[in-house]
Nanobody, 127 residues
Framework: QLQLVESGGGLVQPGGSLRLSCVGS????????VAWFRQAPGKEREGISC????????YLEDSVKGRFKISRDRAENTVYLQMDSLKPEDTAVYYC????????????????????WGQGTQVIVSS
């Protein structure tokens, strides 16, 4: 079965940038919807971005729209989340998740509809 590994998190100052990577192994991500979720301390996990399978249409949650961008590199079997103009409220553990479906589950993504998850990567935005 498909496995996912996130990387690219770290400690950055407000206004800084990070690029998160979600690398698939064992199977191709080509037919998977892939989403990014985040969970801040004391809060529920929320979907912030998603990219469709063959269509490559995308979704961004309002709080990150204009600052974040999701993209797919099929040759590298990787989905990226470019994060610019980071704010302290972006501090969270970020997870990527994938699911095989012919239906649109990306607008917006919901935790309970995604069956394959990575281990998470920590993002801390602080002065």
């Amino acid at each position: 079965q498909l496995q996912l590994v996130e990387s690219g998190g770290g400690l950055v100052q407000p206004g800084g940038s990070l690029r998160l990577s979600c690398v698939g192994s064992r199977y191709s991500l080509d037919y998977y919807n892939v989403a990014w979720f985040r969970q801040a301390p004391g809060k529920e996990r929320e979907g912030i971005s998603c990219i469709r399978n063959n269509l490559d249409s995308t979704y961004l949650e309002d709080s990150v729209k204009g600052r974040f961008k999701i993209s797919r590199d099929r040759a590298e079997n990787t989905v990226y989340l470019q994060m610019d103009s980071l704010k302290p409220e972006d501090t969270a553990v970020y997870y990527c998740a994938a699911d095989l479906t012919d239906f649109d589950i990306c607008h917006p993504p919901r935790t309970w509809t995604f069956g394959i998850w990575g281990q998470g990567t920590q993002v801390i935005v602080s002065s």
